[in-house]
DNA sequence: TGTACATCAGTGAACGCGCGTTCACTGATGTAC
DNA sequence: TGTACATCAGTGAACGCGCGTTCACTGATGTAC
């Protein structure tokens, strides 16, 4: 069933209003209960479509998981590629800043969705595809965005101050973590911050929340002449 | 069968290696491919027992889950408890700092497991249980550890700097964030780390390297008057 | 304009498979008298 | 010391269930002559 996969790109009739609403049911489905633990039968049902549809536009099961994330990455890589090609083609006196870079990510996630909900729906996707071990959809993600992130990651190491490479690395995957724990546990986390100190504040605020945080640990141990308290 | 779950306490014979041999397999397949994606006839497989050992044992399959972190987390717990206890007791001008509360948890993960390979296991097994949307999982390990847990976060408060609570908060959280996804995909970013840096270190110097980072995260935006340059 | 055919989206029912769990059973060990 | 019984760990085979996938089919729409 590989080929008829193609119609829905070919043929786009809005009428094909099926393809979408299966994305979205299992969009949100899978960030619910994860891609193992949702079955095809309640995607189906809850997007109010036949249960062959899924088999019939996406081929199986895995394809229309990874459908689901090319829906969101596709424009946000985009969007972002068009955004790294300003700052690579700007003079050396003005690089972006460790805090440029990091509000560039913010600025395009938060582009993308339709929603605030969409977004912390697609950060706990993001999330669980990086916790699957040895499944089909890391690969597949690491194939297809690998130059964008590989662009990204350059300047973003441009960016940071000077110190051994591989101190950098590690750094680089503290503030991964850090962001996709917190973006995809957001719901979670808002309610009690809500709850425990009564404030209530949209993921974006929380998102450069963590800019200064992270901009700060990226220079820990790191000597800064003159600039020590208005780095952020 | 949910009673003759106690045997094994009771009746705690060494050749009950039954027992061990199962959560031994299970700790590592979890960790390797998910709890979902893990069926008991492959545990009992690679255990060398007999597929209703499992049942027979431990009850369920989710009992068998929540009996994995178990034998990590007792253990676990219990000491950290007994550091807790000492420096709750300390005087007040001889408070744990920051770096002593974050180093204080890299001692004693270090500390309960065999090897730095069970270490590792049980980190991804860790962030695979954060990663559990509504299970049964998450429910049991806050319930059972809740006490040891915030124990912990009423020190590591005190050792904050003075800034609004709720900003804490969500710092704990980065931290939080940062850690479970550094050491649960260690091994693989350890890989690259060689592989490109030709630098090859322990999960416990990766962990160590943590410290300084968000340390300085945690202080960000915060003056800290004279002690600007030694803070790790 | 009318007819024949091809293409497509979508359907209903069934397929085989692997899963967690159950159950009657065995054999070894411990205990009571 | 010997016998009867209870308790336990472990087993082999089967159970029913939900899963992803398949397949023959329908009906609507577009195209060729």
Known sequence: MASSNNHSS????????????????AENL??????????????????????AAVNYHFGSKKELIQAVFTRFLDPFC??????????????????PTLEDMLHLLVDEMTAVPHSTAQLETFMRLLALAY??????????????YRDVFERYMKLLIGAAPTMPAVEIYWRINFILGASLFTMSEAPTLQAIAERDYGIQEPLESVMRRMVPFMAA???????????ALQQD
Chains 1, 2 share one sequence.
């Open 131 to 144: 916790n699957q071990t040895q499944g089909h959809l890391k690969k597949y993600l690491e194939l297809t």
């Open 78 to 95: 985009q969007r972002l590629s068009e955004r790294l090609d300003e700052f690579e083609n700007r003079g050396k006196n003005e690089q």
């Open 30 to 51: 899978f960030a619910q209960h994860g891609f193992a633990e949702t079955s095809l039968r309640s995607i189906t049902s809850q997007a109010g479509v036949n249960l």
């Open 217 to 227: 640990g990226m220079r820990s141990g790191q000597v800064q002449l003159g600039q």
């Open 10 to 25: 070919t043929r786009t009739n809005t009428r094909s209003s099926t393809v979408s609403r299966i994305l979205d049911a």
